[in-house]
C-alpha cells in the first residue's frame, strides 16, 4: 500500500496526504477536523496522523503480504 514502506518510516519513505480539505454545501473548501485514522490489519500496513501549522496530514502504507501479515 502505498510506497510499500509504514508510516512511522516518515517522509523520506512512507507515502502521506497534507493540508487536506472537503468542499461544503456552499462549495467552500473547509480543512479538516476531528480526522480519524484507523488501519484493520495493522501488521500489512497502518497510518498515523498529525497536525502543523500547515493542517492535518497523515502518513501510510506498509509492503501488505509478509510474515506477520496473512
Known amino acids: 500500500m502505498g510506497s510499500g514502506h509504514f508510516a512511522n518510516e516518515g517522509p523520506s519513505k512512507a ?3 497534507k493540508n487536506m480539505q472537503v468542499v461544503n454545501s456552499d ?3 473547509i480543512p479538516l ?3 480519524k485514522v484507523y488501519a484493520t490489519e495493522p ?3 497502518n497510518i498515523i496522523k498529525g ?3 500547515e493542517g492535518n496530514y497523515f502518513y501510510y502504507g ?3 503480504r ?3 501479515c496473512p
Open 66 to 68: 509478509n510474515i506477520k
Open 43 to 45: 501488521h500489512c500496513y
Open 15 to 17: 507515502s502521506y496526504f
Open 51 to 53: 497536525i502543523n501549522n
Open 33 to 35: 477536523s476531528n480526522l
Open 27 to 29: 462549495n467552500k473548501l
Open 62 to 64: 506498509g509492503p501488505g
